[in-house]
């Protein structure tokens, strides 16, 4: 059995051991996606009943946040699939969510207190960041320090902490490790902006430009908004938190283009990237420099 397999096992029967076959019909249509947080794990720490458990849980509460994230956004598709809100309603898929942390952090309470406190205190700034992110959607935020915390917490803080928790699992440096996560998850989450505005529909699995009609004020819409005139400005202002018609959508490519606005910002991942990349040399670890590598040298 691959470890991807194995990890989706282990996660089945946390929620299995509950008892309740709605949540169990429910967990069963969730898409378990890629497993990042996993691969790091796996690729730091020794592979064995610990790692793999220790996936299991951090699988487990990331699920329970894009359940909350989904409901957040009103969002109809998870990867190319319906959301569970979209299925069920708001109030299951929030409830879900809700026992699907109860239950993570019930087995992470099992581990050492060092992995049981750095993941702990990850999801309470995870929380933070959803809460940063709902209140920055109000209105279009420019803020570049603004976004950049907000992405720090929502996204990098458990990528983070997973490396922290591996690195301390396989006896090896935490901190540095910590910081190959935290650089890899801020270019993770400004990667996965960008790809909102450059791919088709069909490869994001959800609409694209979805994020500025969400209410999400991105790194490519603010570094737009800086360089337009005051017209321009006025004009981007007016497309926030509406669906942009074909004319609209020419124009928002077209200032993207004029300005390298998204150079700009891939070349931002990139320099996150290296940083991460870096702060781990000494180690030769192939695998984190591979994912490192396919996730800031993709095509946009």
């Not at 282990?10 to 076959?21: P, Q």
């Not at 935290?182 to 909102?196: E, H, K, S």
Request: proline content about 2%.
């Amino acid at each position: 059995m691959e470890n991807s397999e194995k990890i989706d096992s282990i996660m089945r029967g946390f929620v299995s051991d509950l008892g309740y076959k709605k949540a169990d019909e429910m967990f069963a249509k969730i898409s378990s996606g890629k497993k990042l947080r996993s691969r790091l794990i796996l690729n730091i720490a020794p592979v064995n009943e610990i790692s793999l458990t220790l996936c299991a849980v951090v699988e487990l509460i990331h699920l329970a946040s894009l359940l909350h994230d989904d409901v957040i956004d009103d969002s109809e598709l998870r990867r190319g699939q319906p959301s569970i809100n979209a299925i069920y309603g708001t109030k299951d898929a929030i409830m879900l969510g809700d026992i699907l942390y109860a239950k993570g952090f019930f087995e992470l309470s099992k581990f050492d207190k060092f992995i049981s406190g750095e993941i702990s205190a990850a999801v309470a700034n995870l929380s933070i960041g959803e809460l940063m992110d709902v209140t920055m959607s109000a209105e279009f935020n420019a803020n570049l320090d603004a976004y950049k915390k907000m992405i720090y917490y929502k996204t990098a803080v458990l990528i983070e902490a997973s490396a922290k928790c591996a690195a301390f699992l396989g006896g090896l440096d935490e901190m540095k490790f910590g910081e190959y996560g935290r650089n890899l998850g801020l270019a993770f989450q400004i990667i996965d902006d960008i790809l909102d505005i450059t791919q088709d529909p069909k490869t994001l699995g959800k609409p694209n430009f979805s994020d500025f009609k969400e209410g999400k004020t991105t790194l490519p819409y603010i570094y737009l908004y800086r360089v337009l005139d005051a017209n321009g400005k006025e004009r981007l202002k007016s497309l926030f938190k509406r669906e942009p018609n074909e004319d609209e959508i020419s124009w928002l490519k077209a200032q993207f283009e004029e300005f390298n606005v998204i150079s700009r910002s891939i070349n931002e991942a990139r320099a996150l990237g290296q940083k991460a990349l870096e702060s781990i040399k000494e180690y030769q670890n192939e695998a984190l420099e591979n994912i490192a590598k396919k996730m800031i040298y993709r095509e946009f």
